[in-house]
């Protein structure tokens, strides 16, 4: 079977944008996480696209050999099973009636939560590598100071002698890190 092209992740384009973000609270949308089937997070989002439903499934590169010897690139989900909704009942019910929904909730909302996830698309946008990370770990709560992830917040954590920065979504308890240099992060 042939691996497709990336699809986009997010939709509209804007979804994350302050001034988009207020218009479609003030009529009335909330964020919803659906939890899909096993292995249904790109089929879902057709389907919202297909609704206009807002989304956001973030989608991380993986690159590996085939085993011909050719480099593959392929595109995983970041939270494996989940998929962010901003809508109302209705665009609620549309997801629902794909049957690729086992469970949806409300997420109570802070500011938190939407700069999370700005900041895992800037970091997608960015181009820099990232790795799913299912358990968020102990570490010392950092500030990023410089580079181009300057005002980042996350956690440092060690994996194979790298220090490594977890953005994460704390509600679900996963995340991505990247690879940072210590020098760049002040404690919190």
């Not at 939709?11 to 009529?27: C, I, M, T, Y």
């Not at 690159?63 to 909704?85: C, D, E, H």
């Not at 900041?119 to 570490?139: D, M």
Request: glycine fraction near 6%; include cysteine; aromatic fraction near 10%.
């Amino acid at each position: 079977m042939p691996i497709l092209d990336a699809q986009p992740d997010i939709f509209p384009n804007n979804l994350l944008s302050e001034e988009f973000l207020v218009r479609a609270k003030d009529s009335g949308h909330q964020w919803w996480v659906l939890a899909t089937r096993s292995r249904a997070e790109k089929k879902l989002l057709h389907w919202l696209q297909k609704f206009e439903a807002p989304h956001y499934c973030p989608l991380i590169e993986k690159r590996y050999r085939s085993p011909s010897g050719r480099i593959r690139t392929s595109y995983l989900p970041a939270f494996t099973g989940y998929v962010f909704m901003l809508g109302n009942d209705e665009q609620r019910y549309q997801a629902l009636t794909t049957n690729y929904v086992v469970r949806n909730d409300v997420i109570k909302i802070d500011q938190d939560f939407e700069g999370e996830l700005r900041q895992i698309q800037t970091a997608i946008q960015s181009g820099v590598r990232l790795v799913p990370e299912a358990k968020i770990e102990k570490g010392q709560r950092v500030l990023v100071r410089t580079g181009p992830f300057k005002g980042y917040e996350g956690v440092a954590i060690r994996r194979e002698a790298q220090t490594r920065l977890l953005i994460s979504i704390e509600f679900l308890e996963q995340g991505v890190s990247m690879e940072i240099d210590e020098c760049q992060l002040t404690a919190l």
